[in-house]
């Protein structure tokens, strides 16, 4: 029903920055809490930042709170993470997902419709 597309992924060295972007088909996108995941090779999947479907509250993982901001655009059913002050450990496959939901959540169960990700690598 929603098509999830992430991009903007690449290598970048440790305190740069990165805009992520994501694309969602459908016009029922402003309808959709939209959320940021990322996963590491061998670790679990971790929230990483949601935003409400107005963009008017959003949470973030207490790992980036400062340094990443996500934003959304509904007239181009689009959302952001712009990522900045990047570090190592941010390195992970990136997933933007769309939950049908009145509040933005944080638990990736939640969440009906995922991308395919986009890596994040970032070099010491």
């Known amino acids: 029903q929603v098509q999830v597309v992430e991009s903007g992924g690449g290598l970048v060295q440790a305190g740069g920055s990165l805009r992520l972007s994501c694309t969602a088909s459908?016009?029922?996108?402003?309808?959709?809490?939209m959320g940021w995941f990322r996963q590491a090779p061998g670790k679990e999947r971790e929230f990483v930042a949601t935003?409400?479907?107005?963009?008017?509250?959003?949470y973030y993982a207490d790992s980036v709170k400062g340094r990443f901001t996500i934003s959304r655009d509904n007239a181009k059913n689009t959302v952001y993470l712009q990522m900045s002050r990047l570090k190592p450990e941010d390195t992970a496959v990136y997933y933007c997902a769309a939950a049908f939901a009145g509040r933005p959540v944080q638990t990736s169960s939640l969440y009906d419709y995922w991308g395919e990700g986009t890596q994040v690598t970032v070099s010491s």
């Open positions: 459908g016009r029922t996108f402003s309808n959709h809490v």
């Open positions: 935003i409400s479907w107005n963009g008017d509250i959003t």
